[in-house]
């Protein structure tokens, strides 16, 4: 359960900076609140299924590799959604900056979201 | 004119030098070793069958006192039963008076040697705590090594390290069982420790007195048992020692000809100058706390001997979450090109 927990406020945390990098796009600066918060809840949700795979699956490498999948999986549905009021899509921003926060996630879940111990002790 | 051949002349030689084990359940092997005070041989417990090493009194050097000291050096480890100690085995006396031990052979290299083979830090470290742990677990069970040197470390082919010759061991408190029972050192063998020249070495580097006692190996030995200052030897001297040993894990040469700024990092420097500082009370006070600020410097934790500052602190935060930083360094360098690219 502690990798769970770590892995979604670490995916709402990379997903709301992720989601500020926005401020550096004019045309879409006046929507910053809701990208921040649209960006956050996709890293949480991402975060989510991270923390549950690797409370069964204990190895370092299928953590992160599954992290990077479902996190450019999920990025890459989210920027195919074009923008109501431009219709652009922002695959290069979106998928990129993605991949590397599923990355991130994946790793730092594997590397610091704590041990699960697998046999339960007899003391 | 030559009746025999060379060979069969080494041969006889061999053989007359060769201790009589009859009446012993020891079958002689073969020579390995010869120490300060006694001959090392490899022979097989004829009950058991498995091989041994016997340490017989030398017959060049045999005297009741050393005698005595064998015998002592096979009861002290016996008392020290741990991973990290050769275990002794059983104690008796040959047809020819002289006295013996026999203990486990260990199937190994000496540290020294082991040595050429690692090259990485990070495991020279990780070897050198085994050393820490059994010296520390000695001086748990009241015991001084006081020859501490990388030629009495063997490493096993699994990486078990044993720490070897325990002819000069000390007790650090006396017991009244002990000066009973353990020979321990008389007031004129004490004397005579005092008196190390260092003109007396012998092929092991080790210093004996005029009366073949070994007292300490120079650039691995305190000053206060280089002065010969028996009382004030504690825990802290084996300490020292250890210093000089990690001294020579990481620099490869003799404490003697190199110094801990040379070329290692500040942490590591610093904790081999606290090991062996001149001062005991400036030293640490244990072989565990020296082995625990080395672990610490493994885990890459500030450790007691460097106190850092604030680069110091934030170098040892990146080194030790370097992955996380290396990503959340490309996670912004990709969001800047990002940037610059697509304002384009």
Known sequence: ?123 | MNWLSDDALRRLRSAAGSPDLSGTRYRLLEFVARGGMGVVYLAEDSVLRRRVALKILDPVASSPGLAARLLREARILARLEHPGIVPVHDVGTLADGRVFYAMKFVEGRRLDHHLQQIHSVPERLRLYGKICEAVAFAHARGILHRDLKPENVMVGPFGEVLVMDWGLAKFLHRQPEDAATLLDESPAQTANDTVATPAAHTSDSSVHTAHGSILGTPGYMPPEQARGDLHLLDQRSDVFALGALLLYLLTGNPPSTSSPQATLSRPLAAICRKAMAADPASRYPSASDLAADVARFLDSEPVSAYPEGLFGKAGRFISRHRIAFLLVLTFLVVRVLLLLVFRR
């Open chain 1, 1 to 123: 359960m502690k990798r769970v927990l770590f892995a979604i406020v670490l995916g709402a945390i990379l997903g709301a900076l992720d989601g500020l990098a926005a401020w550096f796009e004019p045309d879409v600066r006046s929507k910053l609140g809701m990208i921040v918060m649209l960006s956050s809840v996709k890293s949480m949700i991402v975060g989510l299924a991270v923390g549950i795979f690797a409370v069964f699956v204990k190895k370092p490498l299928p953590i992160i590799l599954f992290a990077v999948i479902a996190s450019l999986a999920f990025a890459w549905w989210v920027a195919s959604q074009p923008d109501p009021d431009t219709g652009k899509h922002y695959y290069a921003q979106i998928v990129t900056t993605g991949g590397i926060v599923g990355l991130l996630l994946g790793y730092a879940t594997q590397r610091y979201g704590g041990k699960i111990d697998a046999v339960p002790s007899r003391s």
